[in-house]
């Protein structure tokens, strides 16, 4: 006998039509009560399918009444009182259904730490969760219709051999003598008392639709993923005295102490499955069986006590449920020996880490660790729901980062059509858990409006049905059954009494002759019949022949235009990956340019910052000076008119009697005989010093016009500027006028004296040849030498009682003494 392989659980994802219809995900919630009566809740069921969340008053006083009621709806909400059997009537058992019928399914909880998850999917004694109850249904379903152990034997590559009668009793006895293979309770109260009784026996169901002309075997796996790592809990690691073995935890294992298994990896199977490679797959005959499987995994799982769950789950668990069935053959005695027959199909349960904040959980070294991965995944898990829904609802096609994290990338063909997927939220309704369960409401919401492709159904089987009902009612008809010939002869004209009493009967004979005859008429008749319904068959067969060999030929060119499009497909396949890694590289460079941009526009900005922080320092710099200026010009003018009333004040005393002395004038290059023009702009400022240029025979104008020039020779313009020490200097800018051809008048500008005011404590002023606006008696001397000396206390009132050390002297000299 050979061995035969099965198919994997998904269909090639190319055979599939573009048209196919698809169903959106199915998104549950499902509410656990308080955990004391006094404590304030933020959750509330408004309908079948809505709920509504309301902060709670804390969080409301710290945000001033910012948070708003916000409600969300499921395709249903199941509340405080809803039992586990109402739970699993409406979100596993479908699921279950399908599986029988060769179709997989996604079933997973999410949630908050401490919102009911594990609860939910394994129950507790009494109260059976999905998962018992799932594996419960399937065995009431199949239990009469189970293959022997060891006739359907997994490959170890995703697939599904099956074994011949001969080979599956020799597995047997080799799996018995080794002890194994655990042995199946007989009856639930002798199985672990953990999860004893924990489905009650009127609460038991069954699928109404079987197939019973098909064999099943269960096969059971389970798996966690521990900080992004897979570990197989099913695994039996056996213990190496010489090697050291450490617990998760970091310590050394002594004695006979849990060894955590080797990390696995993920595979691709042929049909382009993801699965765990390695993963112990067991074969289970009962619920009873598997219960004890699943126990012996969850042992192992790691759970810590935590601020928010005495018992926090710090892995994702996966409970795989795969269902091996194929159809019997045409007499019902055997499985068929066709690999293209065999069906496989998976049923995945997942119980996914709770979401967690790690200022709340307080963790620290390896809990941190683990909170960490355990949010990543999450994240990822969102992402990936978030890029599924844009694609689907914008038509874009951007890649879904599948491969981010172990859990999406493992559950990848559930999310591109390869089975039903739903999702129960659990949610607890505490208002302290208000932040973390607003962002699991929001991430349901987004789920709900991911569609999947409805799985197809799976191929009809050519036999007629009905074949093991036949088998086990007698089969076909023998002819050699003696009941059969009993009723054939009875159809047959009866014998009469073929007894001889007498020698000389001759009536006896006759009458015997004449029914044998009577019966071989009938006889050929029935030939008759025979013959005329088996070339009828035969007709009917040749034609079928017919048929069947058009559609082999048929069935052929589709195959060899299927493989020319599978080459295109793959070639396509070869483009869209090497366009997915230039995408990569492209988006990597943008990343790189967004970053550096983002430099640019930092420093650019902070350069600004400091452009206007230095133009606002200038700015307030050029103020403070022009009010110094303004207040150093009234400084002067008030020293001016002091020391002026103070000059004439001495020389009123009569002290001093002089001749009359002829002032001495400062020889201006401009005090010639010629007229000149004085341009004085009205602009300039009056600075009130003592000493002024005179010119005589000027004109003075503050515009310059056509006439004044043409009466006068030279031209003298007075501009004021502001020096480099901050005082004002008057600059004479002079010039000779001359007449043009045109009758006009030009002025070319000759020579520049400048005239400087300085501000000090001592000043000495020789001024030759120029008139000043003193009294008259003083005019007429040629030289003046005027010492003022002046002392003030800084921050003093301007006052003539606040001056200290006033002295003016104005001396009369003769000029031969001061020569």
């Known amino acids: ?45 408004i309908s079948s399918s809505t709920i509504q969340l309301h902060a709670p008053d804390g969080l409301k006083a710290n945000r001033n009444g910012e948070y708003k009621e916000t409600q969300y709806t499921f395709k249903k909400v199941f509340g405080i009182n809803t039992s586990q059997r109402e739970l699993f009537e409406d979100v596993a058992k479908p699921l279950v259904e399908d599986l029988i019928q060769c179709k997989n399914g996604l079933l997973f909880t999410y949630g908050v730490t401490g919102s009911g998850k594990t609860f939910t999917m394994t129950g507790s004694p009494g109260e059976g969760g999905l998962l018992p109850r799932s594996l419960d249904m399937i065995f009431n379903s199949i239990g009469p219709f189970q293959a022997k152990r060891f006739v359907f034997k997994p490959d170890d590559k995703n697939g599904m051999e099956i074994q011949g009668q001969v080979d599956a009793l020799l597995e047997r006895q080799k799996r018995d003598s ?46 966690e993923v521990y900080n992004n790592y897979i570990y197989d809990l099913l695994e039996d690691v056996q213990f190496d005295p010489i090697r050291p073995k450490w617990v998760a935890g970091g310590t050394p294992v002594r004695n006979n102490e849990f060894i955590p298994p080797q990390s696995k990896i993920l595979r691709e199977d042929q049909n382009h ?18 219960f004890e499987v699943f126990w012996k995994g969850q042992k192992k799982r790691r759970i810590a006590n935590t601020q928010l769950n005495r018992e926090s789950s710090r892995s994702h668990s996966v409970f795989t449920v795969k269902l091996a069935q194929a159809p019997l053959d045409a007499d019902g005695d055997h499985i068929l020996q066709d690999k293209n027959q065999v069906n ?48 689907q609802m914008c038509g874009t096609s951007k890649m879904v980062p599948y491969r981010d994290s172990k859990v999406t990338h493992l559950f990848k063909n559930y999310f591109d059509g390869e089975g039903k997927v739903r999702m129960v939220v659990c949610v607890n309704p505490k208002a302290d858990d208000y932040e973390e369960t607003m962002l699991v409401m929001r991430f349901a919401e987004m789920t709900q409006e991911v569609e999947v492709a409805r799985p197809v159904d799976r191929p009809i089987c050519g036999l007629a049905a ?17 009941i059969v010939l009993g009723q054939v002869i009875e159809s047959l004209p009866a014998l009469p009494s073929c007894e001889l009493m007498d020698p000389a009967d001759d009536q006896t004979l006759p009458r015997l002759i004449e029914a044998l005859e009577k019966r071989h008429c009938v006889r050929q008749i029935m030939s008759e019949r025979l013959n005329k319904t088996a070339n009828t068959l035969r007709s009917i067969l040749q034609q079928l022949d017919g048929q069947l060999d058009a559609k082999e030929t048929f069935l052929h060119d589709q195959r060899s235009k299927l493989g020319e499009k599978e080459k295109t497909i793959s070639s396509q396949k070869l483009e869209i990956e090497r366009l ?98 004085d341009h004085k702009p009205p602009c300039n400022l ?70 400087k005011q300085e501000c000090s404590c001592a000043v000495f002023i020789r001024l030759p040849n120029l008139k000043l606006g003193i009294k008259p008696h003083l005019q007429n001397s040629k030289n003046i030498v005027l010492y003022f000396s002046r002392k003030r206390r800084s921050g003093s009132n301007d006052g003539p009682d606040q001056m200290e050390d006033l002295e003016n002297k104005v001396r009369h000299v003769h000029s031969n003494r001061l020569q």
């Open 1 to 45: 006998l050979t061995n035969s392989k099965g198919k994997t659980p998904r269909r090639p994802a190319n055979k599939r039509a573009n048209n196919v219809e698809k169903d959106p995900v199915g998104v549950y919630c499902r509410i656990r009560p308080l955990g004391a009566e006094d404590e304030e809740c933020c959750v509330e069921m």
């Open 178 to 223: 080794q002890q194994s293979v655990p042995k199946t309770p007989s009856s639930r109260q002798k199985a672990d008392p953990e999860f004893a009784d924990m489905i009650h026996s009127e609460e038991a169901c069954k699928c109404d639709i079987m197939d019973e002309d098909c064999c099943y075997s269960v096969f059971v796996s389970y798996i």
């Open 273 to 290: 499955n993801m699965y765990v490679a390695g993963c112990t797959e067991v074969e289970v005959k009962s619920t009873e069986e598997a």
């Open 344 to 391: 496989v199909s998976q049923l995945c349960l997942v119980d996914l880490a709770g979401s967690e904040r790690t200022n709340r959980t307080r963790a620290q070294g390896s809990r941190l660790r683990e909170a960490g991965n355990i949010n990543q995944s999450l994240m990822t898990l969102r992402t990936c729901i978030e890029v599924l829904r844009e694609n």
């Open 466 to 482: 009905g074949r093991r009902h036949r088998n086990q009612r007698g089969g076909p008809i023998n002819a050699d059954d003696p």
């Open 580 to 677: 997915e890694k230039k995408s990569k590289t492209l988006e990597y460079k943008v990343d790189i340019l967004q970053k550096t941009t983002e430099m640019y526009e930092q420093d650019k900005r902070s350069l600004q910052q400091e452009l206007e922080t230095r133009e606002q320092r200038l700015q307030k710099e050029l103020t403070d000076r022009r009010r110094i200026e303004h207040r150093m010009q009234g400084m002067v003018t008030d020293a001016n008119v002091k020391w002026e009333k103070e000059c004439v004040s001495e020389l009123k005393l009569g002290d001093l009697t002089a001749l009359p002395v002829h002032p001495l004038h400062r020889r201006s290059h401009s005090a010639g005989g010629e007229k000149w023009v």
């Open 686 to 755: 009056d600075l009130d010093t003592v000493l002024q240029p005179i010119i005589p025979n000027a004109i003075k104008v503050s515009t310059p016009s056509e006439k004044a020039l043409s009466k006068c020779q030279k031209y003298v313009l007075r501009h004021q500027e502001l020096a480099s020490d901050g005082e004002i200097e008057t600059k004479l800018i002079k010039g000779n006028v001359f007449k043009t051809r045109g009758g006009g008048q030009a002025v070319q500008f000759v020579d520049i004296e400048t005239l």
